[in-house]
């Protein structure tokens, strides 16, 4: 089955920094690579996401990158605030629609 | 409404109770999640119902028993659970038909004592 490694599992910056969270996939047949933010006590919330024909996709503060030979995709944030404090999960979807997920990064922005 | 709804938000219960968790979504998506959350980890799946059947189950112990009445509700069934169930339970919902996201509920945070 599809196996994804994300690091680092914490991350501490100074608003205002970037930060990158990296992570890398097992099956070459995942077409799907969203990254959920999860802040406490709350459920995961879909902050952005890329399709496996696409290598770069950007939303304000938000990119991700995606490098299918290589199987690894990454999560930029720059100019980063207290509020994006919380937990990153990346995840990769297999042809037959399982999410499976990375193992978390601890996001802190300290102001 | 675009929203998941999830209730209770926290269940406590004892090993020899029976009680159910409920999930609400009215977006029109015909295909709904049930996650298992433990503290720091991420979420497990463990069943998919596609078009209100199931559709996978991820050999989840049979204390677990799901159940999609209708297009727009899930339930999920407790019953004889041990103190290492004790997790956030996630309810999750998606087309079927053009679209990828996932829509996540709070969740339910069940301790069993």
């Known amino acids: 089955g599809e196996n994804v490694e994300q690091h680092p599992s914490t991350l501490s910056v100074q608003e205002g920094d970037s930060a990158v969270i990296k992570c890398t996939y097992s099956d070459s047949a995942s077409n799907y690579f969203p990254w959920y933010k999860q802040e406490l006590g709350k459920g995961p919330q879909l902050i952005i996401d890329?399709?496996?024909?696409?290598g770069e996709k950007k939303d304000q503060r938000i990119a991700v990158t995606l490098n299918k030979t290589a199987k690894h995709f990454s999560l930029h944030i720059t100019e980063t605030q207290p509020e994006d404090s919380a937990v990153y999960f990346c995840?990769?979807?297999?042809?037959?629609?399982?999410?499976?997920f990375g193992q978390g990064t601890i996001l802190t922005v300290h102001p | 409404d675009t929203e998941v709804t999830q209730t209770p938000k926290h269940l406590v219960m004892g090993m020899t109770n029976k009680k159910s968790l409920k999930c609400e979504q009215h977006?029109?998506?015909?295909?709904m999640y049930w996650y298992k959350q433990k503290a720091k980890k991420p979420p497990e799946l463990m069943f998919v119902?596609?078009?209100?059947?199931?559709?996978i189950n991820e050999s989840v112990p049979s204390r677990f028993s799901p159940e999609c009445p209708n297009s727009s509700l899930l339930n999920l069934h407790l019953h004889a659970l041990q103190p290492e169930d004790s997790a956030l339970y996630l309810c999750?919902?998606?087309?079927?038909?053009?679209?990828?996201?996932?829509?996540f509920g709070p969740g339910t945070r069940l301790t069993v004592l």
């Open positions: 995840a990769a979807r297999t042809s037959y629609g399982k999410l499976t």
């Open positions: 977006m029109g998506h015909r295909a």
């Open positions: 890329i399709r496996s024909n696409v």
């Open positions: 119902y596609s078009y209100e059947k199931l559709s």
């Open positions: 999750a919902s998606k087309p079927l038909q053009g679209g990828n996201e996932q829509f």
